[in-house]
């Protein structure tokens, strides 16, 4: 096999590793809470905090593969995601966990985007939605194997030994990309924004702790406060210094461009209402059905599979239907399954609760697969760094963003039925809540032109064949 057809291959050995490891903690979230003396609820910390640091570290991504090579920041990238397993390994408190999830988090934050860069340099434009759907596939068997995987091994192991499997699956990444990912690098390069690194990446911290603590873990409600206070300060500050700076980290101008735009806003939105999911279904399942780690993670497995599914369609899809029509429906569809997930109950059978987990994973990764093509489907070469950089990093806080609103909603149910303990009806205003969030997506997807993205979908451009064929046959 030729070495650009490997490339894909070897890169979804990284987002394997990075998406099985996400599974496999929300999965076995009640037990890991339980050894560490903690509720879990309060876990969502180690969730977000991991989710942040990626939204941290992913602007300087860009940068750091121009200047230093794509290939030595990858495996620099999995070393340091492989040191922070061992630490998750080794933590006995919350503090701890937290703290190691977000050294964790330094090495994906480098992982993900330089190796989606690699790519998107590798292949021609009109192959790019054809490479992505290859590139997930790989990476798509994490959330398949790490439910039913996390849940076996919390359930007749020990929790702290699913953190020790991205050891030789890390290994086997740094062996394969030395040998067949290229070095490549940016020419005349302008230094790093450290002003602009720092403001982002601190506001975006601060900003999230004040959020996800909430007053009730690890921190008192004034600190809170305090917290988000001065997160939200430095962002607003970054505002203004990208406004002046020639070579901001972040290129808040590539905004302007509309399909980027849409593909960064319409994302935002639809992720904060999924990234609730990893932490609210292993809850339901295992908090409100009494199910145990394993049976919990032999059912949230289901979605990985409707994501599978989905990618072996997505080009035909886009083809046949363009971008706006399917980013609106798969919107409405996603977000209406997610719903759903809050009227399961106790006797709910479980093959109609797999049903419609694989359903609601089919739809939301044809569209995160049409988004992902979406935003590179007017950007130049030169400014792929960059627009990987703003687009992951805000990926990643969006999804942040949704694991701290499902804590707060579940919260508030408990709260307003004056009980101290989440119960299974709970789950239902939870859901609800970020369902309605992730549905906004539609109303910013059915701005777009019909056209919108034509030359990498595929889609306008064949109909155009279509008439010149008819106009020139006899």
């Known amino acids: 096999m030729r070495p650009s057809r490997l490339i894909p291959l070897i890169i979804a050995t990284a987002l394997f590793m990075e998406n099985m490891d996400s599974t496999v903690i929300a999965t076995s979230l009640p037990a890991i809470a339980r050894d560490i003396g903690t509720d879990p609820v309060a876990l969502k910390l180690a969730l977000t905090s991991y989710l942040v640091s990626l939204a941290v570290f992913i602007p300087v991504s860009g940068w750091m593969a121009d200047r230093f090579g794509a290939r030595t920041v990858f495996r620099t990238a999995i070393g340091v995601f492989m040191l922070g397993s061992l630490a998750c390994a080794v933590s006995g408190s919350l503090g701890a966990f937290v703290a190691a999830r977000f050294f964790q988090g330094m090495g994906g934050a480098m992982m993900t985007p330089v190796g989606r860069l690699v790519l998107l340099r590798s292949v021609p434009r009109n192959e790019v939605v054809q490479a992505l759907a290859t590139l997930t596939i790989p990476a798509l068997m994490g959330p398949l194997i790490g439910p039913p995987l996390g849940g076996f091994i919390t359930t007749y192991f020990h929790w702290r030994w699913i953190f020790l499997i991205n050891i030789p699956i890390g290994i086997a990444g740094i062996v394969l990309s030395t040998i067949y990912v290229p070095n490549v690098r940016e020419p005349d390069i302008p230094d790093l924004d450290w002003r602009g690194f720092l403001l982002s990446g601190g506001g975006l911290a ?9 007053g009730r873990h690890l921190l008192p409600l004034w600190a809170s406060a305090l917290s988000a206070l001065i997160g939200a300060t430095a962002l607003l500050s970054y505002l203004l210094h990208a406004s002046r700076n020639r070579h901001p980290l972040l290129r808040l101008s590539l905004l302007r461009i509309r399909t980027f735009r849409a593909s960064i806003l319409g994302g935002l939105f639809f992720r904060i209402g999924i990234g609730a999911i990893p932490f609210l279904l292993p809850l339901l399942f295992q908090l ?24 072996t369609i997505a080009k035909r899809t886009l083809e046949r239907f363009g971008f706006r029509r399917v980013l609106t429906v798969t919107a409405l569809a996603g977000s209406a399954f997610l719903a759903a997930n809050g009227l399961f109950t106790s006797s709910t059978p479980h093959w109609l609760i797999i049903t419609v987990l694989i359903a609601g994973g089919c739809f939301r990764s044809l569209l995160f697969t049409s988004l992902n093509a979406l935003a590179y489907a007017d950007m130049t070469n030169r400014d792929m760094s960059h627009a990987t950089a703003l687009a992951s990093a805000t990926q ?16 508030a149910a408990t709260a307003f039925r004056g009980a101290s303990e989440i119960s299974a009806q709970d789950f239902a205003p ?14 910013v997807f059915v701005r777009l032109p019909p056209d919108a993205g034509a030359e990498m979908s595929g889609h306008r451009l064949k109909s155009r064949q279509a008439d010149r064929d008819e106009q020139t046959s006899p």
């Open 396 to 411: 990643q806080l969006s999804l942040s963003i949704g694991v701290a609103l499902g804590g707060f909603a579940l919260d």
């Open 206 to 214: 601060f900003l999230m702790l004040g959020v996800a603590t909430g």
């Open 430 to 443: 939870a859901f609800g809540f970020v369902a309605a969030i992730a549905a906004l997506s539609f109303f």
């Open 288 to 311: 409100g059905f009494g199910l145990d780690p394993f049976q919990s993670g032999s059912l949230t497995f289901a979605a990985a599979v409707g994501a599978l599914f989905s990618k």
